[in-house]
């Protein structure tokens, strides 16, 4: 079975300033990584993905994430926030079918002035 | 681009009330989804279909049903609403060649009384 830990439920930034979310997950096998964002009032989005090929995983709006097999980590990170970035981030790791697909509890990201 | 929809942002009922919630995508994805998003449980599978008339159990199936007669068209059904329903609903789609990669409607927030 696989499981993913989304280790902050919520983050504060200042606009500017670097964005880190972290990700861990659980996998017998080599895993697919997600990342999906949802804004306000919206659906989720398909930010970025990770399917065994580059470890470095860039995505929308200037996010990038990093596949560290050593760490089980899948961080979301984005050099400086915005304040449209501001919007809740799930982590999701999935085995290859639509019912191995596990999300995780989200990180609700808030950027200040 | 695509789009999701969904046939109602806000809905209360009764408990005991049969619940109809309709999604429609109009990208002729083969595969939809429902998915029920609670606070700190992330998203959770209800039911999904690949093709029209076709359903399968997610990870919640209890107390919902599932209708998919026309390709674009997928509705989840609460025979008879408790309060234990009470919760954001979000319906997804994709293609059967990229089941990981869906496209979200902006959910229905349900409120049993």
């Known amino acids: 079975a696989q499981s993913v830990t989304q280790l902050d439920s919520h983050v504060s930034v200042s606009e500017g300033t670097p964005v880190l979310l972290r990700c861990n997950y659980s996998?017998?096998?080599?895993?697919?990584l997600f990342w999906y964002v949802q804004h306000p009032n919206k659906g989720l989005q398909l930010l970025l993905k990770y399917t065994s090929a580059a470890t470095l995983v860039k995505g929308i709006n200037g996010f990038e994430a990093e596949f560290k097999k050593s760490e089980t980590s899948f961080h979301l990170t984005k050099p400086s926030a915005h304040m449209s970035d501001a919007a809740e981030y799930f982590c999701?790791?999935?085995?290859?079918?639509?019912?191995?697909?596990?999300f995780g509890a989200g990180t609700r990201l808030t950027v200040k002035p | 681009d695509v789009k999701v929809t969904q046939s109602s942002r806000y809905l209360v009922k009764r408990t005991g009330e049969k619940v109809f919630l309709e999604c429609v995508q109009d990208m002729d994805h083969e595969n939809m989804f429902w998915y029920r998003q609670d606070p700190g449980l992330g998203l959770r599978l209800i039911y999904f279909s690949y093709d029209v008339k076709m359903k399968e159990k997610g990870d919640i199936p209890e107390g919902y049903s599932v209708s998919r007669e026309k390709k674009e068209r997928f509705s989840l059904i609460l025979e008879s609403a408790s309060t234990n329903q009470t919760s954001m609903y979000l319906c997804?789609?994709?293609?059967?060649?990229?089941?990981?990669?869906?496209?979200f409607g902006p959910g229905t927030r349900l409120l049993v009384l």
């Open positions: 999701v790791v999935s085995l290859g079918g639509v019912n191995d697909m596990r």
């Open positions: 997804a789609s994709s293609f059967l060649r990229d089941q990981e990669t869906q496209y």
């Open positions: 996998s017998s096998y080599s895993p697919s």
